[in-house]
Protein backbone atom coordinates (compact mmCIF):
# COMPACT_ATOMS: atom_id res chain seq x y z
CA UNK A 1 0.00 0.00 0.00
CA UNK A 2 1.51 3.45 -1.08
CA UNK A 3 0.56 6.24 1.28
CA UNK A 4 -0.13 9.66 0.44
CA UNK A 5 1.02 12.33 2.65
CA UNK A 6 0.64 16.20 2.25
CA UNK A 7 3.29 18.45 3.31
CA UNK A 8 2.14 21.81 3.85
CA UNK A 9 4.07 24.79 4.66
CA UNK A 10 5.09 28.11 3.43
CA UNK A 11 8.52 27.87 3.21
CA UNK A 12 9.59 25.60 0.53
CA UNK A 13 12.98 24.65 2.47
CA UNK A 14 10.85 23.27 5.11
CA UNK A 15 8.90 21.47 2.70
CA UNK A 16 11.73 20.15 1.53
CA UNK A 17 12.94 18.70 4.75
CA UNK A 18 10.17 17.21 5.18
CA UNK A 19 9.97 15.49 1.55
CA UNK A 20 13.40 14.32 2.39
CA UNK A 21 12.62 12.99 5.78
CA UNK A 22 9.93 10.55 4.17
CA UNK A 23 11.43 9.81 0.80
CA UNK A 24 12.78 6.59 1.67
CA UNK A 25 9.61 5.11 2.67
CA UNK A 26 8.35 5.80 -0.88
CA UNK A 27 5.43 7.03 0.00
CA UNK A 28 3.51 9.45 -2.47
CA UNK A 29 4.73 13.29 -1.79
CA UNK A 30 2.46 16.23 -2.17
CA UNK A 31 3.03 19.61 -1.63
CA UNK A 32 1.28 22.75 -1.01
CA UNK A 33 2.71 26.71 -0.17
CA UNK A 34 -0.39 27.63 2.11
CA UNK A 35 -3.76 26.06 3.21
CA UNK A 36 -6.00 27.18 0.30
CA UNK A 37 -3.75 25.11 -2.47
CA UNK A 38 -3.80 22.65 0.86
CA UNK A 39 -7.67 21.75 0.84
CA UNK A 40 -7.56 21.84 -2.71
CA UNK A 41 -5.14 18.68 -2.72
CA UNK A 42 -6.53 16.91 -0.03
CA UNK A 43 -10.28 17.63 -2.34
CA UNK A 44 -8.49 15.76 -5.24
CA UNK A 45 -5.80 13.33 -4.19
CA UNK A 46 -7.35 12.48 -0.19
CA UNK A 47 -3.97 11.96 1.59
CA UNK A 48 -3.49 9.64 4.53
CA UNK A 49 -1.86 12.65 6.07
CA UNK A 50 -1.06 16.51 6.61
CA UNK A 51 1.88 17.27 7.99
CA UNK A 52 1.36 21.38 8.46
CA UNK A 53 2.82 24.30 9.57
CA UNK A 54 0.57 26.58 12.29
CA UNK A 55 1.62 29.80 11.23
CA UNK A 56 1.30 30.17 7.97
CA UNK A 57 0.03 33.75 6.38
CA UNK A 58 -3.77 33.26 4.80
CA UNK A 59 -5.11 30.35 6.28
CA UNK A 60 -3.31 29.59 9.46
CA UNK A 61 -2.94 25.52 10.27
CA UNK A 62 -5.66 25.78 12.61
CA UNK A 63 -8.44 26.50 10.04
CA UNK A 64 -6.94 24.33 7.77
CA UNK A 65 -7.50 21.57 9.90
CA UNK A 66 -11.26 22.34 10.73
CA UNK A 67 -11.79 22.45 7.21
CA UNK A 68 -10.19 18.91 6.68
CA UNK A 69 -11.95 17.85 9.65
CA UNK A 70 -15.41 18.49 8.56
CA UNK A 71 -14.47 16.83 4.93
CA UNK A 72 -12.97 14.01 6.28
CA UNK A 73 -12.23 13.21 10.07
CA UNK A 74 -10.35 10.23 8.79
CA UNK A 75 -6.85 12.14 7.82
CA UNK A 76 -4.21 12.02 10.10
CA UNK A 77 -2.57 15.25 10.60
CA UNK A 78 0.86 16.35 12.01
CA UNK A 79 1.20 19.61 13.44
CA UNK A 80 4.78 21.62 12.87
CA UNK A 81 5.67 24.33 14.82
CA UNK A 82 7.86 26.48 15.89
CA UNK A 83 9.67 25.62 19.48
CA UNK A 84 8.08 29.25 20.80
CA UNK A 85 5.02 27.84 20.20
CA UNK A 86 4.70 25.60 23.31
CA UNK A 87 1.53 27.66 24.15
CA UNK A 88 -0.18 26.59 20.86
CA UNK A 89 -0.22 23.05 21.85
CA UNK A 90 -3.16 22.89 23.80
CA UNK A 91 -5.32 24.39 20.90
CA UNK A 92 -3.65 22.01 18.37
CA UNK A 93 -4.65 19.00 20.24
CA UNK A 94 -7.44 20.55 21.11
CA UNK A 95 -8.26 20.07 17.04
CA UNK A 96 -8.28 16.09 16.90
CA UNK A 97 -4.31 16.16 15.32
CA UNK A 98 -2.09 12.85 15.93
CA UNK A 99 0.79 14.43 16.75
CA UNK A 100 3.17 17.62 16.59
CA UNK A 101 6.57 18.08 16.21
CA UNK A 102 8.56 21.06 17.21
CA UNK A 103 11.13 23.04 14.65
CA UNK A 104 13.64 22.68 14.39
CA UNK A 105 13.22 18.90 14.12
CA UNK A 106 15.55 16.05 13.04
CA UNK A 107 14.77 14.05 9.93
CA UNK A 108 15.03 10.19 11.41
CA UNK A 109 12.53 11.37 14.20
CA UNK A 110 9.95 12.72 11.99
CA UNK A 111 10.12 9.85 9.38
CA UNK A 112 9.35 7.35 12.44
CA UNK A 113 6.55 9.89 13.65
CA UNK A 114 5.05 9.84 10.08
CA UNK A 115 5.26 5.91 10.03
CA UNK A 116 4.07 4.89 13.07
CA UNK A 117 0.99 7.17 12.34
CA UNK A 118 0.23 6.14 8.75
CA UNK A 119 0.91 2.31 10.41
CA UNK A 120 -1.92 3.15 12.92
CA UNK A 121 -4.30 3.97 10.25
CA UNK A 122 -4.13 0.15 8.44
CA UNK A 123 -7.15 -2.24 8.42
CA UNK A 124 -7.29 -5.08 10.56
CA UNK A 125 -7.23 -7.02 7.35
CA UNK A 126 -3.95 -6.05 6.51
CA UNK A 127 -2.26 -7.63 9.37
CA UNK A 128 -1.85 -11.12 9.15
CA UNK A 129 -4.34 -13.58 10.98
CA UNK A 130 -2.56 -15.70 13.55
CA UNK A 131 -3.25 -19.63 13.11
Not at 1 to 27: C, E, Q, S, W
Not at 99 to 124: D, M, N, T
Amino acid sequence: MTYKVLIVDDVATIRGFVRAAIAPLNYSILEAPNGARALELCRQEQPDLVVTDWNMPGMRGDELIKHIRAEDPETRIIVLTAEGARDQVGAMLALDIQGYVLKPFQLPALRRRIEAILLQRLPRAAFPSKG
